[in-house]
């Protein structure tokens, strides 16, 4: 499928179920307003069942094409087939004609050739990987930071170059800063080739939740657009960040493309096979939407080859790492929408042996109310923990009757994940994502505020689970600003000491803020981009985070795929798995009931020595909390519990190294109001 390089030219293979006509248009270059070639494929010689397909001699690398295809218009009988439209082949390697494209010339009747996109054919065998190889870093020892390609360097105080702000080339310049946060992965916001145009008014579609060619990488985001750059630009980013021990995770959308409802534009799926290619309503004019984006792609047909193909050339040749699939479960649901208990695509992807060294990881729910986290298909996908990120932020704003659930949530949701085939870390644990507030809007607004969207703040959600602490978005009062630091911290710790896999949101370890607006999607600007000023302003806050990710990586209590048992205390048990035992202000007396806002827990590793004491307080007031006894074994020194985290306590006393933290004379500790306590010894 697509267009394929051989050693005398070049193969082109497109599926157009119920055309009639195809022509192969070829341009000399980017800019040509008209094809300077077009080939007619013979249906007799250059047809296979649906698959139409025609080798050109002497075509190599860099040849730029599109396609007219041509058959019956009936929306009634979804049929959608319009020769005046330019197409995309579902398989382009890579998109250009983004200077001179209208979203508009491809909605209406009439010929957009000099408007249209075209794609690239693309030789991948000649890049030079220089032995790059897959970090294959576990989940158990994996750190995710989500971040916007885009948004990460744009900002003019990012010090780059104007021409690699806001690129892949930027991003690699920003690799020691990821080193120095910790993070084994970045999780890219779509890179997909998408349709920056496609958002309402003169906005633009900023997270890229519109994709046109699931092959390409974003045109936009590469600061080399000429010839194969941009491909060649993501591969040298991806090799980059291998060499720094960082896996790339692609943020992919096989849930809708960029061509909307029955009144978007024709840009490739639409014009070759739309019933194949689309969920149809019963009355096949309109476009079932579970995306919540105007049309749903058919998963269980033709474009579950395309899907795993795409996924396959992704990782073999452009070397990523893993998928965190976006509305995953809408791949759950059959040809007419109905959720399959079997969906095939999901089990050919849990089963590809090309994908079986990388992660896979699901949002495990759509835009249609189908919520499928903790029963996801499959033996592979891990997922996103929508429960966690709600539950964190209910228990640290102090609502009532969340104890017991967030022992589960830091237990690594067993509630959610009791498959035995999976350990604890395919939760993915987070608290902030590009969807919703950053966590400094988390602890400062408690209402969204997306005026800027131009919907009249309809768009975004309404259920965010958020406190302001006092006072809602800017203040000058110093205790509410500590307050709301606190409260960071406090997420930040909890994320920080639960089981799974923890991911963090870019700029969130400096408290980026976006004002109170909690959908961004067409927000290109400095509301949405990372602030590079936010490093020097907040670098305690940025310390913490470091400090704490710091933490996790070193200690095996954390490192670990094996459940947590629950066991009461005893410094002397002999057993060496990883063992919690759970508290109240009172040792071993955890207090479950819905008034109760505190709660406190110990681990235990034998094995590798380690033994931390941790304290949530979210209660209004402080408390005192009893301190597990440290009686060592007859052949240990004496233990004591040394303080290396007190969230109430300004920097840098918040966070103090092992080495540095204070000891805690006394049997009991008194935890400040709305504070979390760590406690450690390292002589058990």
Not at 113 to 138: F, K, M
Not at 410 to 420: A, N, T, W
Not at 667 to 676: G, T
């Amino acid at each position: 499928m697509g267009a394929t390089v051989r050693e005398n030219g070049v193969n082109f293979c497109l599926y157009a179920k119920d055309a009639t006509a195809v022509e192969l248009l070829l341009f000399d270059s980017p800019e040509s307003a008209w094809p300077d070639k077009t080939l007619w494929l013979d249906p007799e010689k250059n047809k296979t069942f649906q698959y139409w397909h025609i080798f050109i001699e002497g075509l190599a690398a860099n040849q730029i094409y599109a396609y007219r295809v041509d058959g019956p218009y009936a929306p009634k009988q979804g049929l959608r087939f319009n020769r005046n439209k330019v197409l995309i082949d579902p398989y382009a390697r890579l998109v250009v004609g983004w200077p001179a494209y209208s979203r508009q010339a491809a909605s209406t009747p009439f010929d957009n050739c000099p408007q249209a996109l075209r794609g690239v054919v693309i030789d991948p065998q000649q890049y030079d990987w220089e032995n790059d190889l897959h970090p294959q870093t576990s989940y158990a020892d994996t750190v995710i930071y989500e971040l916007h390609v885009g948004g990460f360097t744009q900002h003019p105080n990012s010090e780059l170059p104007i021409e690699t702000r806001g690129t892949y080339a930027g991003l690699i310049e920003k690799i020691p800063y990821l080193q120095s946060l910790g993070v084994t992965a970045v999780e890219l916001m779509p890179i997909q080739q998408f349709d920056d145009s496609d958002a309402p008014g003169d906005r633009e579609n900023y997270w890229g939740y519109s994709s046109v060619a699931f092959f390409a990488p974003h045109w936009g985001y590469s600061a080399n657009k000429t010839g194969l750059g941009p491909v060649d630009e993501f591969r040298d980013m991806v090799k980059a960040l291998h060499k720094a021990g960082i896996e790339v995770i692609l943020d992919v959308v096989f849930n809708h493309t960029a061509e909307g409802n029955h009144e978007g534009p024709t840009l490739s799926f639409r014009g070759l096979s739309n019933e194949s290619y689309y969920i149809l309503e019963d009355d096949k004019a309109h476009y079932k939407n579970y995306s919540g984006c105007g049309n749903t792609l058919k998963t269980s047909t033709i474009s579950s080859y395309l899907i795993l193909d795409c996924l396959r050339y992704w990782v073999l040749e452009m070397h990523v790492d893993g998928f965190r699939f976006d509305l995953a479960s809408v791949l759950s649901r059959g040809i007419t929408g109905e959720p399959l208990e079997i969906p095939p695509i999901l089990w050919l992807i849990n089963t590809d042996p090309a994908l079986a060294g990388i992660k896979i990881i699901a949002e495990a729910w759509d835009a249609a109310g189908l919520y499928q986290v903790g029963r996801f298909a499959g033996e592979r996908f891990a997922e996103w923990n929508g429960p966690y990120r709600d539950e964190v932020r209910r228990f640290v704003r102090s609502d009532r009757g969340l104890c017991g659930a967030i022992a589960h949530r830091i237990m690594g949701s067993p509630d959610l994940y009791p498959h035995l085939n999976r350990g604890p870390n395919y939760s993915i644990n987070f608290v902030t994502c590009h969807d919703g507030f950053t966590l400094h809007d988390l602890v400062s607004y408690n209402h969204k505020h997306n005026e800027a969207n131009g919907e009249d703040s309809r768009d975004g959600a309404n259920d965010n689970w958020s406190w302001n602490c006092g006072v809602e978005g800017p203040t000058d009062d110093p205790s509410v600003q500590a307050l709301r630091r606190q409260q960071a911290k406090n997420m930040f710790v909890l994320w920080a000491m639960s089981q799974g896999t923890p991911m963090m949101l870019m700029g969130d370890e400096v408290l980026r803020s976006q004002h109170g607006n909690n959908n961004a999607y067409c927000q290109n600007n400095t509301l949405s981009w990372f602030d590079w000023d936010d490093v020097s302003t907040q670098q305690d806050f940025l310390r913490f985070v470091q400090q704490l990710v710091n933490l996790i990586q070193t200690l095996h209590l954390f490192k670990h795929d094996e459940q947590l048992i629950v066991t009461d205390f005893d410094p002397q048990e002999d057993r060496l798995e990883p063992l919690i035992s759970w508290h109240g202000i009172t040792l071993g007396q955890p207090d479950w009931s819905e008034d109760s806002r505190s709660l406190s827990f110990t681990l235990r590793y034998r094995q590798y020595g380690e033994l931390l004491h941790v304290i949530f307080n979210a209660y209004w007031e402080p408390l005192t909390f009893e301190l597990p006894p440290l009686t060592p074994p007859a052949h240990s020194k004496p233990a004591h519990w040394q303080r290396i985290i007190d969230t109430a306590l300004a920097a840098p006393q918040d966070f103090c190294p092992i080495e540095q933290a204070p000891k805690v004379e006394q049997s009991f500790y008194s935890v400040a109001a709305r504070s979390a306590v760590v406690l450690i010894t390292n002589s058990w």
